[in-house]
């Protein structure tokens, strides 16, 4: 698949979110053509905050039909799997930081029935997907440090995922998604978009204000 034939997936992340009133907003979001839903799971130990689990997952999908991209800022997410599958996950995104075991991590998703994401912080090289590109549907290139919302885009970030973008096409993975996430805004979406991400986490820039309103401006910029 070339570029200019990928889907570009707008993908609204709960972190900035009014939880007392995410139901209907997740609702207002479906009907404006939202498809993703990105969810930030953080234990306190591989980040700092302490965000939300399965419980809150378990709500939501009760109340939205969107695909469930959950981006797991935790030590050991192999223990979470099978309860993000009951759960309600549709893709499951781990650090590669996080995980002794990357390729057996990446299986046991797959096995359970989900897509699988790999996760890296800014620092991390990308050569740690050299050998589980085979079980990876998508890549989250971290263009934040991970664990809160609301931060600037590093801009070292868009080598980083032109690099990627090249390194799949290379190895016959042209497939394969590249999520970015952290400061994408009206600002940075151009820049990422030429670098070659197809799916676009933004947190603040859609739910500080009105949400689906937000959703339609950035919409608009994308086409
Ligand atoms: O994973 C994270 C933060 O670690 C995110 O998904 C944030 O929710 C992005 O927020 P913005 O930078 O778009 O405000
Ligand atoms: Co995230």
């Known amino acids: 698949m070339h570029t200019e034939e990928r889907e570009i997936i707008l993908n609204p992340s709960i972190l900035s979110a009014d939880f007392t009133v995410l139901g209907e907003q997740l609702k207002a979001l479906e009907a404006c053509g939202c498809r993703w839903v990105h969810i930030d799971v953080m234990d306190g130990t591989f980040v700092p905050p302490v965000s939300f689990g399965e419980p809150v997952i378990t709500s939501i999908r009760k109340k939205s039909g969107l695909f469930f991209d959950v981006h797991m800022m935790t ?11 009951k759960a309600g996950a549709d893709l499951v995104c781990v650090h590669a930081e996080a995980c002794t075991h990357l390729d057996r991590v990446l299986g046991a998703i797959r096995e359970a029935g989900m897509r699988t994401g790999v996760a890296l912080n800014p620092a991390t090289p990308l050569s740690v997907l050299d050998y589980v590109l085979d079980k990876t ?3 989250l290139v971290m263009t934040v440090n991970p664990g809160f919302g609301g931060q600037s885009y590093l801009p070292a970030m868009t080598g ?16 394969i998604r590249i999520e970015v996430d ?9 820049t990422v978009l030429d670098a070659g991400a197809d799916v676009l986490v933004m947190g603040s820039a859609v739910f500080q204000g009105d949400p689906a309103e937000n959703f339609r401006k950035m919409q608009a910029l994308v086409r």
Request: negative net charge; aromatic residues 0%.
């Open 75 to 85: 030590e050991h997410p192999d223990t979470h799997i099978d309860a993000l599958k």
């Open 182 to 190: 952290g400061g994408i805004n009206a600002g940075t979406l151009q």
């Open 137 to 139: 549907d998508m890549v």
């Open 160 to 175: 980083k995922i032109r690099a990627l973008r090249n390194m799949l096409e290379k190895a016959g993975h042209p497939d």
